[in-house]
């Protein structure tokens, strides 16, 4: 009866034949076209993104300033730089699956040993590339720190429409692989691959590199810079809802200049690959590079302005910078627009520090759009059609000018006081801008009176459609727009009305009244013209941008201002007839010099450094103040005070030598250009601004372009004739 | 020919057939999962070699016999415990170079240039001492009889596992029923036995015996339908990767040496414990269905050559051998088709590794031996019992 129970041992084997062949039937038939399914996507690699080359930037004439150029980046899966603990599960895992060493390892030791590999990676590395350790890990915690701000920005700003508590919310850059380090070196590349192979969060990337042309650096602050986006604008894009196109946290992007005025067409959109693990590819999109924009700027002429500023900066130790603007009059085009001393794009990084510090040339400024200096004597043309405008000047009628002023208790002064020079005598309104008489405007801001006077120029600067505190002009973000001292602003900033004196400071472009070099060229623009319109860098249509009539401005008061302004360039006794005079082009200009104060050079700052403690630094600025303390980011700074200022204070003087402005179009009849240089602490307009004023002149009639030609003379011969007649 | 044709009985040639096949069939998986590699296939070589040491091994033991081995059942029983207990102290004394740890665990002891899976011989030895000592009725005809068998069980158990390797510790308790069931051990007392197994699966389930990551793996199992990418990735992993591969062979199989699926190791281990995966990929269904058939062809001889014979010691070898090949096949097909929670296992002559093949010829050397001894005597056949 046992040969039964054999027969019974038989049937097992027997029975689960039968069910496996069952199972491989489900598997194998019913089911094959899934699994094969599987099969096919299990053999396809990873998505790998293609990011687009960022548009280039060209000059007027399309040279190229600024491109981008393919690179290779090392990126690390977010988890791994974050080292949270479901990556280091997951990677724990990871090496049980792949390595068979570890497949029946405890979960412990795997642990372990996962995170040993997380934190040797970045020693590994340094070691591998030779760049810096703690640089690495820095730039960890900046990727880091960017995804979890992003993270909690999205959660604030749209957590209505999600259901799921913050701590289960994650956003897509968790799961995206961050470059750890940009633009790695092929020999690097080459290495990495091979000594990183083991670890499957790293990766080496095609990416790019932005690269700054020989040339780019008179253009340094109008190209800005690109950085990291910042999560305002990953949420506020517009391209958002594009997996795609949308930025994604820690991407580059324009953030100061022309990178970010043209962003929109700069930025491309990235594609991607998918290869099969035998190298073939599967799916390719590819990415669409950003478009190249260019920009009204003519390369040749501001390299050629940039140098003659330089030179005019060295020649005097006082003089801490320089900037001058050339538009095109009627298209206001921005032909030029120079700030110095510039600084190398290339090198930014590295020298940043050195560069926020430098507090006496402030190179980082970006003086012809983001510094404001008192316009001086150059505004005076446009307060007196302020006084046209409400009826107040007689273009016959004279002032007399003794060098003071007296109308109540207080004294105040021609320019020819200060220099013991005789006054002018006798002026009418032409001859007031030809000699640039303070005595006539006094009078004149007088009986306008400063709420007028302010009104007014807020037309004549900022357009006659616009509040003083829209953004005007070229939508640069560095771009200001000047103060233009109304009644209300005085009232909030001084916390009282106007005074008397006011309208007088303000017709000879003194006391609370800034404007920008852009402005002032833009202000001659307009005094050639007759017309405003904003100023442009990019290379548009101008028809885009309307111009605008300024109410109440009459042309037979324009040409009493133009025929000032000739006189004063053209003519014997005007302050720039020396000095700005051109054989080849009838020039209409204006000197200025315009009083103002020093600068902080030095500044000794007061910190609470925690446990009543007090630390005092003597830094250029706050930031260096902070660097230079062990905790400086939070300790609170309790008071600064101003040790050491540029220009130095001398014995002789009150003041610190004055700006020194010169504004111009030219030529007098159908006018072409226009254009402003101020050089900080030049001291005389006349003496200073006013020949740098013509070698620039000089350089734009030089231009092969044509901006100015020789023969524009001809029609100033004609009307002196008529005048004679 | 005449010499090998005397020296296999006629039960014996599907055994060895059917077996050799399997391994052919081994070859050319392990060819083809290699033979997109560079360099000459390492592995395949390796595995002719160890073929031809595991059928030297098969004819030895047609020369010695199996009796005159059951006669050192104890003794090579002994052997395999101590090279057992030396792998155990390898954990705490550091026995290099003959003994390393690998993949985290202790299971090989080399000496020169051959390395022993001590478990996969374990296996042999431990038929050959349980058939040695079932083979008297009276040993086990008690409860208190049936002691010595469990304690011959339970103690190369317990080492195997803790070396660790919970597979092939899995085989013995299976194999010590059938041939506890086979020898004709009182219904009742196998039920009790049935039952005290029984409820120490859950106990051992939550003892600290087993890991959570073998817990996971059973878990697994019973989640691999899921959509949800934890499992798959996961405890799961092996298994989705080896489903995908068997069910993407589909009837007639991708062919051989054609898929990228292996080049890229897409299965783990597939040259050892799922090269049925492999060969369900390659040949498809038809394929899978020939394996299946070959060892139920190997079994069902066992089988016969057990009935055949009347020596209750050959008897007891031949079910012995069958259970434990069957076992470990059913365990293994079954893990890489989810039916079996995954664990450390080899397929019997087909999965690569010498040990494991050369134990599996030993073991079927044992079965062939026992089918050369035909009976020839009218005596009544043994394992009649008439007081059941």
């Known amino acids: 009866m046992f040969e039964r129970r054999l027969r019974v041992v038989l049937t097992i084997p027997v029975l689960c034949g039968l069910l496996m062949l069952a199972r491989l039937y489900r598997l194998q038939i019913v089911e094959r076209e899934r699994y094969q399914e599987n099969a096919t996507e299990a053999l396809i690699g990873p998505r790998h993104y293609l990011p687009p080359l960022r548009g280039a930037v060209r000059d007027r004439y399309g040279e190229v300033l600024v491109s981008d150029e393919p690179a290779y980046d090392l990126t690390v899966l977010f988890g791994a730089l974050e080292a949270n603990p479901e990556f280091v599960e997951q990677y724990a895992l990871d090496i049980r699956r792949s390595e068979p060493d570890w497949s029946e390892a405890d979960t412990v030791a795997l642990t372990e040993e996962a995170t040993h590999r997380l934190d040797s990676f970045y020693d590994r590395l340094a070691r591998l590339s030779n760049a810096p350790f703690d640089d690495l890990l820095l730039r960890r915690d900046q990727i880091v720190d960017s995804v979890r701000n992003l993270r909690e920005y999205i959660w604030k700003h749209r957590s209505d429409k999600l259901q799921k508590s913050f701590k289960e919310f994650r956003i897509r850059e968790q799961h995206l692989y961050h470059p750890l380090m940009r633009d790695v070196s092929a020999e690097a590349r080459a290495q990495i691959e091979m000594a990183l192979r083991d670890l499957p969060f790293v990766r080496i990337e095609p990416s790019v590199r932005r690269v700054w042309h020989d040339r780019a650096t008179p253009l340094c602050h109008i190209l800005g810079r690109i950085g990291q986006v910042s999560p305002e604008r990953i949420e506020n894009d517009t391209r958002r809802g594009d997996g795609l196109a949308r930025y994604r946290a820690g991407d580059l992007v324009g953030v100061s200049g022309a990178e970010l005025l043209a962003e929109s067409d700069l930025r491309g959109i990235r594609g991607y690959e998918e290869k099969d693990l035998d190298g073939n590819v599967v799916e390719y999109v590819p990415p669409v590079d950003g478009n190249d924009i260019r920009l009204t700027i003519d390369l040749d002429l501001q390299q050629t302005i940039a140098q003659i500023l330089i030179d005019a900066v060295h020649e005097d130790e006082n003089r801490t910078g320089a900037s001058c603007v050339v538009l095109d009059v009627e298209s206001r085009d921005v032909l030029a627009l120079v700030s110095v001393p510039t600084y190398s794009l290339d090198t930014f990084r590295e020298s940043y520090s050195n560069l926020r510090d430098d507090t006496r040339y402030r190179p980082l400024l970006f003086r012809a759009v983001a510094e404001e200096y008192q316009p001086g004597s150059i505004i005076k043309p446009v307060s007196l059609l302020a006084g046209f405008r409400y009826g107040l000047v007689d273009p016959s009628a004279t002032s007399f000018c003794d060098g003071s002023y007296k109308n109540d208790s207080t004294h105040w002064h021609c320019w020819t006081y200060w220099r013991q020079l005789p006054g002018h005598g006798d002026v009418n309104a032409e001859q007031a801008i030809q000699h640039s008489c303070n005595i006539y405007f006094y009078g004149l801001g007088e009986r306008l009176n400063a709420h007028r006077l302010t009104s007014f120029y807020s037309d004549f600067l900022l357009g006659p459609t616009r509040s003083a505190d829209e953004s005007s002009g070229t939508g640069l973000i560095e771009e200001r727009s000047g103060i233009i001292p109304t009644q209300e602003w005085i009232f909030g900033r001084r916390g009282r009305g106007y005074r008397i004196a006011d309208g007088r400071n303000y017709a000879i472009g003194q006391g609370e009244l800034q404007i920008t070099p852009l402005q002032a060229a833009n202000m001659y623009a307009t005094l050639a013209r007759g017309t405003f319109r904003d100023p442009t860098i990019l290379d548009d249509d101008f028809r885009d941008r309307p111009e605008t009539e300024i109410p109440g401005l009459r042309t037979s008061a324009l040409n009493t201002a133009r025929r000032g302004l000739f006189r004063c360039v053209n003519e014997e006794g005007g302050t720039a007839e020396r000095t700005a005079k051109l054989d080849e082009v009838v020039v209409c200009g204006k000197t200025g010099s315009a009083q103002c104060v020093s600068r902080a050079l030095r500044t000794s700052y007061v910190f609470d450094v925690g446990g009543g403690r007090q630390q005092t630094i003597l830094a250029p600025t706050i930031e260096a103040a902070r660097a230079a303390l062990d905790d400086g980011d939070s300790a609170e700074l309790i008071k600064r005070k101003i040790v050491e200022r540029w220009p130095p204070p001398r014995e002789k003087e009150k003041t610190p030598p004055p700006h020194a402005w010169f504004a111009a179009y030219a030529p007098y009849k159908r006018p072409r250009i226009s254009m402003a240089v101020v050089i900080e602490h030049g001291r005389s307009g006349g003496q200073v601004a006013a020949p740098v004023g013509q070698k620039i002149l000089r350089a734009i009639l030089a231009s092969p372009h044509g901006y100015l030609t020789p023969d524009d003379r001809g029609p100033l011969a004609k009307r002196k004739s008529e005048d004679g007649a | ?388």
């Open chain 2, 1 to 388: 020919m005449r010499a090998l044709t005397r020296a296999i009985p006629i039960l014996g040639w599907p055994v060895l057939l059917a077996a050799l096949m399997l391994t052919f069939l081994g070859l050319l998986g392990v060819y083809s999962a290699e033979a997109g590699l560079e360099g000459p296939p390492r592995v395949t070589m390796r595995q002719v070699m160890f073929l031809m040491i595991g059928l030297g091994g098969f004819f030895a033991v047609q020369v010695v016999g199996y009796r005159e081995l059951g006669r050192w059942a104890y003794p090579l029983f002994f052997l395999t415990m101590f090279a057992l207990a030396a792998l155990i102290a390898a954990k705490y004394v550091p026995m290099a170079p003959f003994i390393v740890e690998r993949r985290n665990s202790f299971r090989w002891i080399t000496i020169g240039p051959m390395t022993f899976q001590v478990s996969e011989y374990a296996k042999v030895s431990f038929i050959i001492a349980l058939a040695w000592y079932l083979r008297y009725r009276t040993n086990f005809r008690s409860l208190g009889g049936l002691l010595m068998p469990f304690i011959l069980t339970l103690i190369p158990m317990a080492m195997i596992l803790k070396e660790p390797d919970l597979g092939t510790s899995l085989l013995l308790l299976p194999t010590l029923f059938v041939m506890l069931y086979v020898a004709g051990t009182k219904n009742r007392h196998l039920s009790v036995i049935l039952l005290l197994g029984m409820t120490a699966v859950p106990v051992f389930y939550f003892s600290p015996l087993m890991n959570p990551y073998q817990r996971q793996r059973i878990q697994a199992l019973f989640h691999q339908d899921e959509t949800d990418a934890h499992w798959r990735l996961n405890a799961g992993y092996q298994l989705n990767q080896s489903k995908m591969a068997i069910g993407s062979g589909g009837i007639a199989g991708q062919g051989f040496k054609q898929s990228a699926f292996f080049r890229h190791n897409l299965l783990p281990e597939e040259h050892n414990d799922f090269i049925f995966a492999v060969v369900a990929h390659q040949w498809g269904f038809l394929g899978a269905l020939f394996v299946i058939v070959l060892y139920l062809v190997i079994i069902a001889t066992g089988l016969t050559i057990a009935s055949a014979t009347t020596d209750p010691l050959g008897r007891l070898l031949a079910v012995g051998v069958c259970a434990v090949l069957c076992a470990q096949t059913l365990i293994n097909i079954g893990m890489t088709i989810g039916l079996m929670p995954i664990t450390g296992m080899s397929l019997p002559f087909v999965s690569a590794g010498g040990s494991g093949l050369i134990s599996n010829y030993l073991a079927l050397g044992l079965l062939v031996s026992v089918a050369r001894r035909r009976p020839i005597d009218m005596a009544p056949k043994p394992f009649e019992f008439d007081n059941e």
